[in-house]
């Protein structure tokens, strides 16, 4: 791709002066597919934008490009992040590979719940690496927010256990769990996950339990598969997609929808705090295809 980016070569390519023909199409489908879209997926989307471009009788690029945006945000499967009740105990469960912002995206989430009146408890399950358990309690001492953790190389199943009895005791309305991500040996974690997920299930019987993945979105069609992983291993609630200020190309947000039915809840695009929005289907929409 050189150094011009996806949304520029989107935009370059919807700004000929030209004629839609067959051929425009073809350049369209391998435009999506280097715009992180799977091969399958993009050669049906240009035939419905096809057949849409033929009903509507569009002749010129601008025109598809429309037609093309409308089409595409139809098919993101889209959900509001949840609204908390702060008269009850909510737990979300942060998952994903190391180095995507799990524990960065747990310290902005609870920032952003903080400041909306909710008393959050930050659990550091992420017991593998001793500098995840550091990182987690040094964003907790700068934001105010209490941190369960244990030390490095604990299980961090009785981290979250811990985190529980302390919100019970009316401590907090909210737990935001830290995981490890480490992949090399795949069947460790995810038993690992399905073990934390077994005490949240019982332990927190009567709380509203999410279970988001976090996705670098600079890691292309690779976040598809890890998405497959985690939601065969602990049936996950969405995505938080992470590092979007980077080269991101986007396209993997359809193929979550498509191939998972998976909705992205956030999206972030910055190392802050306050960098973390909720997803908008239709604002993202229109981003991946240059469109302002
Ligand atoms: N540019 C950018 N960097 C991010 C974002 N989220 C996390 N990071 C950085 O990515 C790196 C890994 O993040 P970390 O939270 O430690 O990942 P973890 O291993 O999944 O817990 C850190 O340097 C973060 O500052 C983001 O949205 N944008
Ligand atoms: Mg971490």
């Known amino acids: 791709m050189g150094s011009v980016s996806f949304a520029e070569r ?4 919807f700004g000929v002066k030209s004629a839609v023909s067959e051929d425009v199409f073809d350049d369209l489908a391998d435009l999506l597919i280097e715009g992180d879209f799977g091969a399958a997926e993009a050669f049906r989307t240009v035939e419905e934008l096809q057949s849409v471009s033929k009903k509507n009788k569009l002749s010129d690029r601008e025109e ?4 093309l945006a409308e089409l595409l945000e139809q098919k993101i499967v889209s959900k509001n992040p949840p ?5 009850t105990l909510t737990a979300i469960l942060l998952l994903g590979v190391n180095g995507v912002g799990k524990t960065t995206s747990a310290a902005k989430l609870a920032a952003m719940y903080k400041n909306s009146g909710n008393k959050v ?3 550091a399950a992420d017991t593998f690496r001793a500098a995840a358990v550091d990182q987690l309690i040094i964003h907790g001492e700068r934001l105010g927010i209490r941190v369960a953790a244990h030390k490095q190389g604990g299980d961090p199943a009785a981290v979250i256990y811990d985190a529980l009895e302390t919100a019970k005791a009316g401590n907090g309305n909210l737990i935001i769990a830290d995981t490890a991500g480490r992949m090399h040996t795949k069947n460790a974690l995810v ?6 997920d077994r005490v949240l299930e019982s332990r927190a019987a009567d709380a509203d339990y999410y279970k988001w993945l976090v996705l670098d979105s600079t890691t292309g069609r690779n976040a598809l598969a890890q998405a497959e992983i985690f939601h065969d291993a602990v049936k996950l609630d969405g995505v938080i ?3 979007y200020d980077s080269s991101a190309r986007g396209g993997i947000v359809f193929s979550l929808s498509d191939a998972l039915k998976l909705p992205v809840l956030f999206v ?3 190392e802050k705090y306050e960098n973390i929005k909720a ?14």
């Not at 989107?10 to 390519?13: G, M, S």
């Not at 598809?64 to 037609?67: F, K, M, S």
């Not at 997803?279 to 302002?292: A, K, Q």
Request: net charge positive; proline share 2%; aromatic share 10%.
């Open 121 to 123: 408890i930050l659990a």
């Open 64 to 67: 598809v490009r429309q037609a």
């Open 83 to 87: 609204l908390l009740n702060k008269e």
């Open 241 to 243: 997609l992470t590092k």
């Open 279 to 292: 997803f908008n289907p239709h604002v993202y929409t229109r981003e991946f295809l240059g469109l302002d």
């Open 10 to 13: 989107i935009k370059q390519f």
């Open 268 to 270: 972030c695009d910055g």
């Open 191 to 196: 038993e690992e996950l399905k073990k934390i």
